[in-house]
Structures are given as structure tokens and as C-alpha cells.
T-cell receptor
Framework: GAVVSQHPSWVICKSGTSVKIECRSL??????MFWYRQFPKQSLMLMAT?????????EQGVEKDKFLINHASLTLSTLTVTSAHPEDSSFYIC????????????FGQGTRLTVV | GENVEQHPSTLSVQEGDSAVIKCTYS??????FPWYKQELGKRPQLIID?????GEKKDQRIAVTLNKTAKHFSLHITETQPEDSAVYFC????????????FGSGTRLQVQP
């Protein structure tokens, strides 16, 4: 159990365009999802916390107008990178938390975003 | 907030030797400490975790120890194999706190055949 599916696994887009990444919990209801960004040879850095039915909470330094998060259902959260630039190229990965709120993270496969 | 420090950043061992990776955390409220193995371009995989009600946990060749007083925990891999080569991350969080994991900076382990 506790399967999280993230799509797409990789995407290449042009500067100035927007990209949407989906994160789905397949066999459980995820009231909370987290979005991380990982640059090459670096650790996972939390970008935002997404709670179903409410606005996302962004970490310091993360632009909420650039990284739009929507968590409209208990099984789906989306991250939209708007007006993407080459410096946004990174590995984006989501994790989901079940209703009980235990800290164990269930990760999606990750999305490699390349902005050209 | 929580701050997790991890050492060393790189570790090279001979096949069959043991590897030890150490982490310290700052928030005494943290009580859940997982370790992840990440291969290039893949999601982190949970290899072992420990909660603060125990001091040690073992799963075959992998063990984790926790010292709550000193706020540090360590990953021990015995009889290393080339397939253990990867990046390992420690993390800390308050279980049931609905907070994200805070990750260490990672350790690149290379097991030389």
C-alpha cells in the first residue's frame, strides 16, 4: 500500500512557458502532500506543504506566484511552475502523508524538469 | 525549525567493509528518524527508520542507532556490497506532527569491488 504516482517523470520546456506536475496517492487519502526540489548533488529541500482544501504553505524563499500548488482532492496535488526559466531546472518530487499524519513519507517518482 | 547535519559527504569503502554515516538534529521535539537510499534520478527509498522510543534497530546488514540526549543518530551498513553504492540521506521529523521531513545533506557512498 501507500503508493504515490507522480507525472510526468521528465519534461523539457521552453523558457517562459508553464509546466504542471501531478502527484497522486493511489491507494490512500492524502490530506497533506509536500513538494520538494532537489538540485544536482544536493539534498531535498522542502518547497511547500499542500493541505487538501486549503492554501499551500510555502517555505521561505519560494515564490508562491511562481510555483502554484493546488490540492483540490484527497488524492491529487499539482505543482505548476509558471514562466519557467533555466534556473528552475531541477528534480521535483512530492511526498504524501496519510490521514493519521505520521511522518513516514511516501514519495512520488519525481519529475526531472529541464528548461531550455 | 529543525536542522539536520550529516557527515561525511562522501565515503569510499572496500567491499565487505562496514560503512557508518552520522547525523545530528537540533529540534528535541523530533522523534522520527528515517534513512533513505537514493539512486541517480530516482525517488528516495526508505531503508530503515527509528522512533525515539528505541535506541537501536537492525534489519539484516543495516542498523540505526539513536542517542536522544546527544541528538544524533547513525546508519551502519555491514558487509557492504557494490550495489550499496548510492547517496544516503538521513531525515528527522516530529511523528504525527503533520510536518515535512527535514533532510540531511546526503552522503555519497562508493563501495569498491
Amino acid at each position: 500500500g501507500a503508493v504515490v504516482s507522480q507525472h510526468p517523470s521528465w519534461v523539457i520546456c521552453k523558457s517562459g512557458t508553464s509546466v504542471k506536475i501531478e502527484c497522486r496517492s493511489l491507494d490512500f487519502q492524502a490530506t497533506t502532500m509536500f513538494w520538494y526540489r532537489q538540485f544536482p548533488k544536493q539534498s531535498l529541500m522542502l518547497m511547500a506543504t499542500s493541505n487538501e482544501g486549503s492554501k499551500a504553505t510555502y517555505e521561505q524563499g519560494v515564490e508562491k506566484d511562481k510555483f502554484l500548488i493546488n490540492h483540490a482532492s484527497l488524492t491529487l496535488s499539482t505543482l505548476t511552475v509558471t514562466s519557467a526559466h533555466p534556473e528552475d531546472s531541477s528534480f521535483y518530487i512530492c511526498s504524501a502523508m496519510n490521514r493519521q499524519g505520521h511522518a513516514e513519507a511516501f514519495f512520488g517518482q519525481g519529475t526531472r524538469l529541464t528548461v531550455v | 525549525g529543525e536542522n539536520v547535519e550529516q557527515h561525511p559527504s562522501t565515503l569510499s569503502v572496500q567491499e565487505g567493509d562496514s560503512a557508518v554515516i552520522k547525523c545530528t538534529y537540533s529540534d528535541s521535539a523530533s522523534n522520527y528518524f528515517p534513512w533513505y537510499k537514493q539512486e541517480l534520478g530516482k525517488r528516495p527509498q526508505l531503508i530503515i527508520d527509528i522512533r525515539s522510543n528505541v535506541g537501536e534497530k537492525k534489519d539484516q546488514r543495516i542498523a540505526v542507532t539513536l542517542n536522544k540526549t546527544a541528538k544524533h543518530f547513525s546508519l551502519h551498513i555491514t558487509e557492504t556490497q557494490p550495489e550499496d553504492s548510492a547517496v544516503y540521506f538521513c531525515a528527522a521529523a516530529m511523528d504525527t506532527g503533520r510536518r515535512a521531513l527535514t533532510f540531511g545533506s546526503g552522503t555519497r557512498l562508493q563501495v569498491q569491488p
